[in-house]
């Protein structure tokens, strides 16, 4: 797995100053109502999301080989009941610099990989927050599917077959969608500045699209 270590002097810190550390949050939600049970001995069915510079990136399920990586508004992901927020660490990456971060990860991350057990949102922050801090988020936020077989027992059987089947559906843009885009006079500055996300139809949820980039932190 590579690590995207971060350094003070690198240029691209511009944007906050090159001397501010901007917080990084874990955005805790339940899947379930039979959380506020668990949640007192250290179990429950979460869904998390990595907050930094006023955005929220969580990992989802849908059916197609893109990316299932997608950006909320902070601790408003729709379908989820939002529960509490933990304190991760600070990063001095700017916020291009951690946008461009998310959408080279996202192709290790999408929907029809999706595995409540093996494969789930919490792997993904946890994977987040190990290359940006080297720590880990706290356990009991994915202790469940860390049981292993056993967590299918516990689990509703609506949230066994998939667990983010109400997120909105995953819009895919047909070459013929993208060029319609491409060549309408009205495609202005502000639509190219999103060009890296898949919109939804109802705008709550947007995926992040596959951009492989290479990062100042991975030049040999």
């Keep these: 797995m590579r690590s995207f ?3 003070s002097g690198s240029s691209s810190d511009q944007s906050n100053g090159g001397n501010d550390r901007a917080e990084l949050y874990l955005n805790v939600y339940d899947l379930t109502p039979v959380n506020n049970y668990l ?3 250290g179990l429950g069915i979460f869904h998390s999301g990595i907050e930094l ?3 929220e990136y969580g990992f989802g399920a ?3 080989p893109t990316s299932g990586i997608f950006e909320v508004e902070p601790r408003s992901c729709p379908g989820f009941i939002y529960r509490r927020s933990v304190l ?3 990063t001095e990456m700017s916020r291009s610099d951690f946008r461009l971060f998310m959408e080279h990860l996202s192709g290790n991350y999408h929907g029809d990989t999706y595995h409540l057990i093996a494969k789930n949102c919490n792997h993904f922050t946890d ?3 190990m290359r940006l801090t080297g720590k880990r988020i706290p356990g009991w936020v994915n202790r469940l599917a860390r049981l292993g077989s056993f967590c299918n027992c516990l689990l509703p059987e609506s949230i066994q077959v998939t667990a983010v089947r109400h997120l909105p559906d995953h819009h895919v843009c047909s070459d013929i969608e993208s060029e319609s885009v491409a060549s309408s006079p009205s495609a202005g500055s502000e639509e190219e500045a999103d060009h ?3 919109t939804m139809p109802n705008g709550d949820v947007a995926f992040l699209r596959e951009k492989p ?4 932190q991975e030049v040999l």
């Design 196 to 198: 890296h996300l898949l």
């Design 5 to 7: 270590w971060l350094n």
């Design 62 to 64: 849908h059916e197609y």
């Design 127 to 129: 994977d987040v927050c």
């Design 88 to 90: 991760l660490g600070t």
């Design 213 to 216: 980039v290479r990062l100042a």
């Design 39 to 41: 949640y007192w001995f």
């Design 53 to 55: 510079h006023g955005l």
